[in-house]
Structure formats: C-alpha cells, structure tokens
C-alpha cells in the first residue's frame, strides 16, 4: 500500500511541476482566438466552459484501458506502479498536451493532418490508414467489453449469455449512430460529464476501500520483477509487455485521436494544462487505484473473498470487486462509470474517425445526410471486426493484443512529430522532452512485434538486446535528421 500511496502522491506533483514546465515550453496565449472562437459550426467546433472539456476529455481517453490494461498489467507485480507513473507523466500526459495544443494551433486539425504536416505526406497517408484502423478497433473492442458487463449484470437469458451479450451490443451500436452523427453538445456535452463523475467516484469509493482493507500487496522494494501468477503473464517478460498492457494509463496514441475534439471546443488556449496534461494525470490516477486493487486480488485473497478467483478475465474483476467492496448503491454507481467509460470512448473513436474521412477528402459535415454518407461505412467495418470478437472464443485477447500495439506505435508517431514540431518553431534543446519518449516507445513496439505470440514469436530472451538496438538507432537517425535540417533551413513557426 505504500508503493500505492507514494505513486498517487508523484502523480499529483507531476501535474504540478511537470505539467507547469510542459505547458512554459509550449507557450499558450490567453489572447489568441481558438478555432472554437474563430468558426464555430455547432456541430463539432462548439465552445464550451473548461468544466466540462476536461470532464469530456477525461471520460474520451479513460475507455476500459486505464481499468482493463491496469488489471492485467497488476499481474506483472508493482513494476506496473512505476510504468503508470512515469509513463503518465514524462510521456502519456506530455503526448496529451501538445497533441491537444498543436491541433488548437492548426485550426483544430485532427492527428493525421499534424503528422503529415511535422512528418511529411507520405507518413500522414500511412497513419491516416493506421489511425482509422484503431478507432474502429476501439469501436469495436469498446462495444464488447462493456456488453460483457451489462451481460453479466441485467442478463435478458442467463447470466452472461450469447444472447444477453448480442442484445447489449444491439443496444450500444444503436447508441453509437446517435452521438457519433448529433452535433458534440447534444449528448457528449449534456451527459458525459455525469459519466465521469460515476468513474471518479468507483475510483475514489475502490481508493477508500483500499485504505480501508489496508491489504498486504507486493511493494517496490519486494522487487520489480515479473511476479505473475500461475495465469496471465507468467513467463512474459515485462519489458515490452508491460508497456503494451498497460497503455491509457500510462501513454496511448488513442488520446491523439480525442484530444483534438476538445482542442475544437476550448474557448483559452490557458485550458490545455488542465484539459489535456491534466485528464492524463487523472486517468493514471484510476489506473493506479485499479492496479493496486488488482494486486490484491491477485496476490492477497481479494479474489476468494469476493467469490472469484484468480484467472477470472478483466470484466468479471470489475464486476466482481465493485459489487463485493461498494454493495449494491456503489457498485451500480461503480459499474455505470466502468461501462460508461468504454461506451464513451468508443462512439468518440467513431466520431474522430468520421472527421478523419471528411477531413481527408475534405467532405463538408455539416448536414446529417454527409455524415452519415462517411459513418455508414466505417460502422460496418467496426461490425465485422465486434463480430470476429464475439464469434472466436478467444477473440477478445486477441483483438485486445492488436489494439495495445496498435494504440503504442500511434502514439509512437505522435511524439515523433510533436519532437519535429518543437524543432521547427524554435524551441532549441527542450525537443528531449518528447525525443526520448519517443525513442523509447519506438523501442517498445518494435520488440514487441518481433517477440510476441501475434509477431514474429522470437525467443524473449532477446527483448532487452532488441529494445536497446532499436532505442539506439532512433536516436541516432533522429540526429542525423536534426543536423541535416538545423544546418540547411531557418527554423521558424
């Protein structure tokens, strides 16, 4: 509990000083006109109070990653403590930040366009592709989970029943063509902050029991070594699927995709701190709560004591755990913020894969009839992908295994350009702030894929060899473009 205490207490000063000397670097003006300000459209280019875009921007990267993602990740032991930590704050909040302010700068451009523009026509086409892929990815994955729950919870046939579970995606598909065509501040703006408010309070009610129970979890002197149980990780080497299991509460290149949504709805660029750095931190915050939760129930008797047991998959813990810690008020409260939360994310992932098309063959949005000419199809797809998911009965580890990777090497492009940005307007050596995240996650999905079970399967021995190799080069061909540009180009914004 102490490790959980002190990783809680280095996250809140994290925002403080970190977030503080993130946010001189990149240099807000109160004084300039937002695209929100400039050109509302009063479909997606909405302002709205400060409130109520952090709340939104919170409840859109939260998902089922920074609860699902700890959950697994508690498996690997208290590493994941420092993962969350560190990660959320030198490079996940860091990633949020400027992706959110770059976009503000650029007229609320979405992440394709802010790549294609720091790093070249050619890269923008490939991650216009890859971008649209995860988004229907997280639609789909994001239609599941929380179907699993309510499944599980207000069963229509049994519990947790084929039939339940089709019936619960019927239901939030249906949900997802409404908010992903009405204009933001129809649905997302009236009754996503209530959402967040639910997920607050199951992280908030989850700490109190924590403090509470007092349980005696593995702590980061005991060592940072995989300390996985019979089930899950054991035998994984924490380096690099730690750093894929746990992505939104650590770093996560979805964020790129939703934090421009709110860049278009701010009405002061002095917002972005606690918009952006600041629901970054938040979400570390519950992903911190989650895994050390977790860690009781993995390594303390949490699962016996709420009727489970240790290789129940990431929706039976949360069901689990809220109802057998909060009792029937707080684990519905709980349980609404925890199914709230993926079904929020993945109609926002539609939603920013909608603008990405429109965007992208420059297809007016405001009448419904456009948009629904773009969203039909990307639906579809996310359907067959849900349907893959239900059909195979391993379907869900599956697509999850592709979303983590495909979520990391997003973000793995988005702090490559955020680091040429900063190069290009001047901002001299303080380009380290991203150069080395970047390098570092650049490392982390490149492993991943050569020794993974859905990559090249290569003995896991060699991670650290292949890790440092890759780490290295970035770096070296980063400079190796910093020179070249530096010395044959004026640097100017």
Known sequence: MYSFIISVAALLLGYLFYGKFVERIFGPSPARPTPAMAHPDGVDFVPMPLWKIYMIQFLNIAGTGPIFGAIMGAKFGPSAYLWIVFGCIFAGAVHDYFTGMISIRHDGAG???????????????????????????????????????????????????????????????????????????????????????????????????????????????????????SVGVKGQPIFPCLFITIACGAVSGFHATQSPLMARCMKNEKYGRPVFYGAMITEGIVALVWAAVSSYFFFDGGAAEVGSSISAQAPEVVTKVSEGWLGLLGGILALLGVVAAPITSGDTALRSARIIVAEFFKYDQKKIKNRLVVAIPLFCISGLMLWYNVADSNGFNKVWSWFGWANQTLAVFMLWTVTSYLVRVGKGHRYLITLLPAAFMTSVVTTFICVSGIGLGLPSEWSLPIGASVFAVAILLWYMWYFKFTSRKDITE
Request: aromatic share 16%.
């Open 111 to 229: 992440f394709p366009e802010l790549v294609g523009r720091y790093l070249g026509e050619g890269t923008k086409r490939v991650m216009l592709v890859f971008s649209l892929i995860l988004l229907l990815l997280v639609g789909a994955v994001f239609v599941y989970s929380p179907a699993l729950i309510l499944g599980d919870i207000a069963p229509l046939a049994g519990s947790g029943s084929f039939a339940s579970i089709m019936f619960w995606v019927a239901v939030v598909l249906i949900y997802y063509v409404i908010a992903t065509l009405l204009p933001i501040d129809k649905i997302i703006g009236r009754i996503y902050p209530l959402f967040a408010f639910a997920l607050l309070f199951m992280a908030f009610a989850l700490m109190i029991g924590l403090f509470v129970k007092w349980p005696h979890i593995p702590e980061l002197w005991n060592g940072i070594q995989n300390m996985g149980p």
